[in-house]
């Protein structure tokens, strides 16, 4: 094949289908470019309420009904049930002593529950990938991307303002011209290798080491806890973590009973259980959760481990003359925290406003450095909260200034005031950005109830969800009271928010 397109996109993940998509809409031409083929295996699963409100306001603006019904629980089971997803009415976090089964206290200090919706209904979802991908390759096909997978590239070259690829394709070679690459091939992906891009660095983020799998047959951890059915939700139907000294668990379930799991490990963790064997590193992890292990005694692995070292990555730049990286193509952090959608969403969003207006320099300019300054502002949180894991008052005041954040720019955002929450997580704030930074370098030095009240203080002008309240031990629901409480923090009243809640479904 010889053409000539606006954009070709590496990579046909849910990032590159949904750019190529939208920039379709835009009025390019685009070609997608696949290594596999999809249905393929994928991680990278748990959405967040923020990653929805922004599917929604793409799927609004590019009048994509099909990609809205995506963004919530009860309109994706509704409208597309052959696409399997999860559940996840919030995070639910459990600390483990190692070797020991996991129990708690009457404060409920080994556990954290925050919702992130009222109900089912509009609640978030784990995007089963191989499905969700497919879906939307497809519809890349639909709005008349030209779609060319199984095509390994080995060379690109500028040349008069165009991009040439070459590589081989399954039917013979392959060859196109392009205005612009958009990499979307993930982190350490195609560009960074064909160019030889520099790397950057995160300071104080520990590289960590992943290893996760897809099993069918586990149990719900919950049954064998009965205080859970008083919660504010089944801590299973979240994104569900298991926390310990050097790392941390991930189960996330579908509804066609498959079970994406996975370890998050400093190196230190990492580097004692590694002998080159995957499956012994699994089972040797397992042993030390025993309440876990015991919900995945009848579970079958599905998938073959993969396994990542390190999981960080940084590009030291996210674009270059002709050239753009998503944001996991410029950089990984770690899945803690689930925020690889929601960076990609704001970096899809940012390059839509820049094709719009007839693709500025200066624009893609403020893309770049938005985009890494996104995912440097996530590493200092996310390495902070490394070193909070043996420590659970630690660790449940550094989460309450992500769920502060991101649950403070909803509101905004769903309000139409954007502006009062600038970058992720509040960088930009005028007042949390350096409060935030404060918390950070405080955690895991400071002792617990210091950093507790540093946090408190922090949150407090932007606490939309009744957070770091120690009356609430440890569980968190989503309530209206809240939010109307904070009204003044939104520059908002409470008939402008009662009518928030009526537009997104709020029953409770
Ligand atoms: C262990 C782990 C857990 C994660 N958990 C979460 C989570 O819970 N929530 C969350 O929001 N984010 C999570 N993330 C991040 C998440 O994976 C990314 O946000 C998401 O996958 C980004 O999608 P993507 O389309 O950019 O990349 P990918 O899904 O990685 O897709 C890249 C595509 O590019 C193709 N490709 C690669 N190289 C080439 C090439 N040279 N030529 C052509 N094609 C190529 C691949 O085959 C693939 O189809 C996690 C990441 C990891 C590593």
């Not at 046909?12 to 998509?21: K, T, V, W």
């Not at 748990?46 to 009904?65: G, I, K, M, V």
Request: hydrophobic share 40%; charged share 25%.
């Amino acid at each position: 094949m010889s053409a000539d397109f606006d954009v070709a996109i590496v990579g046909s993940g849910f990032a590159g289908s949904l750019m190529a998509i939208l920039a379709r809409r835009l009025g390019r031409s685009v070609v997608l470019i696949e290594r596999g083929r999809h249905p393929r295996f994928a991680i990278g699963e748990s959405s967040t309420p923020l990653s929805n409100l922004l599917l929604e306001d793409l799927a609004d603006r590019f009048d994509l009904p099909w990609l809205r019904a995506f963004s919530k629980w009860g309109t994706w089971q509704a409208i597309h049930p052959e696409v399997a997803c999860g559940l996840k009415r919030g995070f639910s976090f459990f600390h483990h002593r190692d070797g020991e089964a996991w129990s708690d206290d009457a404060d409920r200090s080994r556990q954290l529950l925050v919702a992130a919706s009222p109900n089912d209904a509009v609640a978030d979802t784990h995007w089963h990938r191989p499905d969700f991908d497919l879906f939307l390759q497809r519809k890349a096909v639909e709005a008349g991307c030209e779609y060319q997978d199984e095509t390994r590239l080995d060379h690109v070259e500028r040349d008069g303002g165009a991009w040439e690829l070459s590589g081989e394709a399954s039917g013979g070679p392959f060859r196109c011209r392009a205005r612009w690459i958009l990499d979307a091939s993930g982190p350490d992906g195609f560009l960074h290798r064909q160019l030889g891009l520099e790397a950057g660095h995160f300071q104080g983020l520990p590289a960590t080491t992943g290893i996760w799998s897809h099993f069918t047959g586990v149990h719900r951890w919950e049954t064998r806890f009965p205080e859970f059915q008083a919660a504010p939700f089944p801590p299973d139907d979240a994104a569900l973590h298991h926390l310990f000294d050097g790392g941390w668990m991930w189960v996330l379930r579908f509804n066609n009973d498959v079970t994406s799991a996975g370890f998050a490990l400093t190196p230190e963790a990492a580097a004692a259980r590694w002998n080159g064997d995957p499956e012994a590193m699994w089972n040797g992890l397992m042993e030390r959760l025993p309440s876990v292990s015991e919900a995945f005694r009848s579970a079958a692995r599905i998938q073959p481990f993969q396994r990542r070292s390190p999981l960080p990555f940084r590009s030291r730049s996210a674009t270059g003359p002709g050239w753009i990286q998503l944001p996991m193509a410029a950089g990984f952090i770690d899945p803690l925290f689930s925020t690889g959608f929601v960076l990609s969403l704001l970096g899809i969003e940012r390059l839509c406003d820049w094709m719009e207006v007839g693709e500025p320099q200066e624009k893609l300019d403020r893309y770049g450095v938005e985009t890494l300054a996104d995912l440097d502002a996530t590493a200092d949180l996310v390495g902070a909260a490394y070193r909070t894991l043996g420590d659970p008052e630690s660790f449940e005041a550094l989460s309450m200034l992500y769920f502060a954040a991101v649950s403070y720019s909803e509101c905004a955002r769903r309000l139409g005031k954007p502006g009062l929450a600038p970058g992720f997580l509040l960088r930009s704030h005028p007042r949390f950005g350096p409060d935030i930074r404060e918390c950070l370098l405080a955690a895991g030095r400071a002792p617990s109830a210091d950093l507790a009240a540093l946090v408190a203080n922090a949150v407090r002008p932007f606490n939309v969800a009744g957070l770091c309240d120690r009356s609430k031990r440890g569980w968190y629901p989503v309530s209206a009271a809240d939010l109307l409480q904070a009204a003044d923090a939104l520059e908002s009243d409470p008939d402008a928010i009662r009518a928030m809640l009526r537009r997104n479904g709020f029953d409770g």
